[in-house]
């Protein structure tokens, strides 16, 4: 498969700081940003709320029929509806990874995602960016940090939103989340054949940022000359 555009592949386990740094970063370089976590978000939650049990079979195949998920420049609508505040909940965060899972969930946003890929230059963030959804992309990131700095970070987030959730429930969710994520078999999490890894354990946001931009900004001018 051939990218059209410039692409930057970023993927991560779950709290690494991909969608955080990857929307700053693009915006930094005048790319745009594809936020695939979103999308996957989106369809469970829309699953879950319709009672589809996260398995294969026609009832799946005909409620996935029915999701259309349409990418704005910031966010995205599921069914025409701004659902951005409902897929960021504890609750999506427990399920997505069971239907994230699911052969048939990924067919569904395969072109949605490379379509994105031909539009302009691109920074995407998500499990498969640089293994399955963009394998020619012209940078590969995978970001890491340890289980006990992502749930820290993913807990101030959710308590800023007003959730009152504990550490422990929160590192578990994560643990739990990067195993799904990790052992399935359609597209499993790993880091993709030439990427290079950054940890974010002891940076701060505009360090990781600074270092990202310039990972990619040097392989675009590489590129375009
Ligand atoms: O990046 P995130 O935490 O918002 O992603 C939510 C879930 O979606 C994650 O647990 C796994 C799944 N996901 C995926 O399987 N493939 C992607 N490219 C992005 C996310």
Redesign the pocket.
């Known amino acids: 498969m051939t990218c059209v555009s410039f692409v930057a592949a970023i ?1 991560g386990p ?2 690494a700081g ?2 955080t740094l990857a929307r700053k970063v693009a915006s930094l370089l005048g790319m745009r940003y594809l ?7 989106a369809i ?1 939650f829309s699953l879950y709320s319709r009672q589809v049990l996260p398995e294969e079979g026609p009832e799946m195949d005909a409620a996935i029929d029915d999701i259309s998920v349409e990418i704005l420049e910031d966010g995205l609508l599921l069914n025409g509806k701004d659902v951005g505040k409902e897929i960021r909940s504890p609750l999506v ?1 427990s399920i ?2 069971s239907y ?2 699911l052969p048939s969930v ?1 067919k569904h946003l395969l072109s949605v ?1 490379r379509e994105q890929g031909k539009i302009g230059a691109l920074v995407a ?5 640089g293994t399955v ?1 963009f394998p020619d992309a012209n940078v590969k990131i995978f970001l890491t940090a340890s289980d006990e700095v992502r749930a820290k970070r993913r807990l101030l987030e959710l308590r800023e939103r007003g959730e009152d959730l504990s550490y422990e429930e929160v590192l578990q969710t994560i643990r739990e ?1 990067d195993r ?2 990790s052992e399935r078999s359609a ?1 499993p ?1 790993r880091k993709a054949e030439g990427a290079i890894e950054m940890n974010t354990d002891a940076l701060s946001i505009e360090e990781a940022v600074a270092e990202l931009a310039s990972i990619i900004s040097e392989r675009k001018r590489s590129v375009t000359g």
């Open positions: 993927d779950a709290g991909k969608s936020d695939t976590g979103a999308l996957y978000r469970a965060d997505v990874s994230a899972a990924r995602q963030d998500g499990r498969d960016m959804i989340r799904v994520d597209a999490l």
